[in-house]
């Protein structure tokens, strides 16, 4: 053989191991669509954030409308849930994520549209059926575009898009509504382009070959053979949203009150810094912790005591405690809940992976709105300082209790 001939043979044949060797990108694009879009429609969901308090003054509702109004979410959550939760494993992923997408579309015009409490109701009750719809499919379609499924990128992707989303929505609605022209109105606009581009994307969705089970209204099962483990991953992922919640809905007017201030700016940053504080966790948790059951746990002590000091800060009046509570708070919930989420993954069977997806959900928003409904009931009777003090450490007290079966588990 030549030599020119043997260099051929030779280039062509680095070719074909540089070819074997190329990682497979084409699972990014729908990947980030799917993510993208999951986290345009949470900070949809958490623009009003910050300016309940606004509402509050505008419309003349009390504390105990202001956590119906946010619990409204929740509700109607569980309700699509029920409706809704097969529908992706008969029909595919691509339309419930769609329809799911316009709907969140059609809460914020509600929202910016917003002339009295009712609207509010109306906005909320939309944005509950369209995270209803989109987390059960976005959860499955994370695990099944991606090719490394053995690893945690499924599960961050999907704790990234809800605790980022959370976060993304008080702090670009708070500074526009500080800084910017029309408080009540632009920042619905903004998030509704953003949306609108999501759901371009999503029309391109690859689609994955429908079931052939008859779709049709019932609760999401759990397979009999992973309920207990089911519930204790539920409960896990309940406690630390339910606890991130509060950060959302009832804490920014609490902080008003507690430190005698009206800057939006900073109550968006504050309800943010919890979520944001989760996601770097997330990040960090990806490559960390081995012991899904223990880290768990250490997420679930640390919610606990971030809880502690949220309630602390209502005798000491001080911002520091406020921003580490908050900071604690997210850090504990990102480490629970991405090593929870990723343990869902692996127990969830192929076959009804967005059937149990929408389960577990449904698991997390019954305990995120009895929370912050309770809140608004016993602000009723004693203010909102003791609202959050008992449900703070009713919270703190499951969050310990669960923590010590996550041990148990390990053992």
Do not use: K
């Not at 001939?5 to 669509?33: E, F, I, K, N």
């Not at 991606?146 to 690893?151: H, Y």
């Amino acid at each position: 053989m030549s030599a020119r001939h043997g260099g051929y043979v030779s280039r062509m044949s680095s070719a074909r191991t540089a070819v074997r060797h190329r990682p497979d990108t084409a699972y990014l694009r729908p990947v980030l669509t799917v993510f993208l879009g999951w986290l345009c429609v949470m900070a949809g969901v958490n623009l009003a954030a910050p300016l309940y308090a606004v509402y509050a003054d505008e419309f003349g509702f009390n504390g105990l409308v202001l956590t119906t109004v946010f619990a409204t979410y929740a509700v109607t959550l569980v309700a699509a849930l029920l409706f809704c939760g097969r529908l992706a494993d008969r029909f595919g992923r691509r339309p419930v994520i769609l329809a799911g997408l316009l709907i969140g579309c059609l809460g914020l015009v509600v929202f910016g549209a917003a002339d009295s409490t009712g609207w509010l109701y109306v906005a909320r009750g939309l944005q509950g059926v369209a995270v209803g719809l989109i987390s059960g499919p976005a959860t499955a379609a994370l695990v099944e575009i991606d090719p490394q499924r053995e690893t945690r990128r499924p599960a961050l992707l999907a704790g990234l898009a809800q605790a980022a989303g959370s976060g993304l929505g008080p702090v670009l609605s708070g500074c526009l509504a500080e800084w910017a022209p029309s408080p009540l109105h632009l920042s619905y606009v903004v998030g509704l382009v953003g949306t609108l581009v999501a759901v371009g994307f999503t029309w391109f969705l690859p689609e994955r070959s429908p079931g052939r089970e008859p779709w049709r209204i019932q609760w999401p099962r759990v397979p009999s053979g992973i309920r207990t483990d089911f519930l204790r991953v539920g409960l896990t992922a309940g406690l630390v949203w339910a606890s991130l919640a509060l950060y959302l809905s009832v804490v920014p007017s609490y902080v008003a009150e507690l430190l005698h201030t009206d800057n939006l700016a900073l109550l968006g940053v504050n309800s943010a810094l919890a979520c944001f504080a989760s996601a770097g966790t997330q990040v960090w948790a990806r490559s960390h912790g081995d012991d899904q059951h223990r880290s768990q746990a250490v997420g679930l002590s640390l919610l606990a005591l971030g809880l502690v000091l949220l309630v602390i800060s209502s005798a000491s009046h001080s911002l520091p405690t406020v921003l580490t509570g908050a900071v604690v708070t997210g850090v504990g919930h990102g480490m629970a809940f991405v090593h929870a989420q990723h343990e869902l993954n692996t127990l969830a069977p192929t076959d009804r992976r967005a059937e149990v997806s929408a389960a577990f959900v449904c698991c997390v928003y019954v305990l995120v709105g009895g929370s912050v409904v309770a809140v608004g009931i016993i602000d009723q009777a004693g203010g909102l300082t003791q609202g959050v003090f008992v449900v703070g450490a009713l919270l703190t007290a499951a969050s310990l209790a669960t923590a010590w079966w996550q041990v148990h588990r390990a053992e």
